[in-house]
C-alpha cells in the first residue's frame, strides 16, 4: 500500500507537466501504467510514443494516439521510471526489459523527467540492483566473456519457467554487478563498443528531474545539476 501511495504521488505530479497539445514519450513499469492510468482519468486528448508492448496496450485502451518514431515525430516530454536514481540524476532501467526502446524515446524527446518512488533513490548506482546489459543472441556466451572485463559477474536473465527472457525486440539481458568503484561515465561508454552489446541500462545525463513519492503521497523534486 505505501507503494501504491508513493507511485501515485509521483504518477500525479507527472501529469500535472502534461499540457494540451503536447506530444509525449512513455516509458514502461508502474509508475508509468499508473500515469496511463490517471491521464485517461483526466479526460484530455493524449498523443503519445511508447517503449513497450505493455504501455502499448494500456495506451489504446485508454483512448491515446499513439504514434511511430519515424523521424518526424519530436516528443515534447518523456516519462519514465528508474530502478535506481543516484544524486546526480544518474539512473539504472531496464528492470523490466525494456531499456533499448526506453532509451530511444528518451532520446526522441525535448525533455526527460523520472517517476518513480522514493525508495528508488540511493547514494550510488548498483546498490540494490543490478546492470542490465541488453545483447544479440548471436554468440552471446562470447559477448558475456568480452564484457567481463569490464563487468565480471554477468548473470542470464531467465524467465519464470526457466527459459532465456527475452526483450521485444527478441535480445538477450545480462545481469550484471556493478563494481562499487566504477567511473560510470567511462563505463557506459566502454560496455557499449563491446561487440555483442546492443544497449546498457545506464541512463546518465538524460534527466532534467526526478519525481520520487513517498509513502504519504507526497512527492520529492530532485533537479539536475
Known amino acids: 500500500m505505501t507503494d501504491d501511495a508513493a507511485r ?26 499508473k500515469v496511463i492510468e490517471l491521464l485517461a482519468a483526466s479526460g484530455q486528448a493524449v498523443r503519445t510514443a511508447v517503449a513497450s508492448s505493455r504501455s502499448d496496450e494500456l495506451a489504446r485502451s485508454a483512448g491515446f494516439e499513439v504514434v511511430e518514431l519515424d523521424g518526424s515525430v519530436v516528443l515534447d516530454l ?24 526506453e532509451k530511444i524515446v528518451i532520446s526522441a524527446a525535448r ?8 525508495v528508488k ?3 550510488r548506482l548498483g546498490e540494490h540492483f543490478r546492470l ?7 554468440g552471446w556466451r562470447d559477448t558475456r566473456r568480452r564484457l567481463a572485463e569490464l563487468l565480471p559477474d554477468a548473470e542470464q536473465r531467465l524467465r519464470d519457467d526457466g527459459e532465456a527472457y527475452l526483450t521485444d525486440e527478441g535480445h ?5 554487478a556493478l563494481p562499487s568503484d566504477a567511473d560510470l561515465d567511462a563505463l557506459a561508454v566502454a560496455v557499449k563498443e563491446v561487440p555483442g552489446v546492443v544497449e546498457h541500462g ?7 528531474r ?8 507526497s512527492v520529492d523534486v530532485l533537479r539536475a545539476g
Not at 502534461?18 to 516509458?27: D, N
Open 172 to 176: 538477450l539481458i545480462l545481469d550484471c
Open 121 to 123: 533513490r540511493v547514494e
Open 111 to 118: 525533455r526527460f523527467v523520472v517517476v518513480a518512488e522514493e
Open 8 to 33: 501515485a504521488g509521483a504518477a500525479a505530479a507527472a501529469v500535472e507537466l502534461v499540457e494540451p497539445g503536447m506530444t509525449i514519450g512513455l516509458g514502461s513499469g508502474r509508475a508509468v501504467w
Open 210 to 217: 526526478a519525481l520520487l513519492g513517498r509513502a504519504d503521497g
Open 202 to 208: 545506464l541512463f546518465i545525463g538524460y534527466a532534467e
Open 132 to 138: 542490465p546489459v541488453e545483447v544479440v543472441r548471436f
Open 78 to 101: 518523456a516519462l519514465d521510471g528508474a530502478d535506481e536514481v543516484d544524486p546526480e540524476l544518474r539512473l539504472i532501467k531496464g528492470g523490466g526489459g525494456a531499456l533499448l526502446r
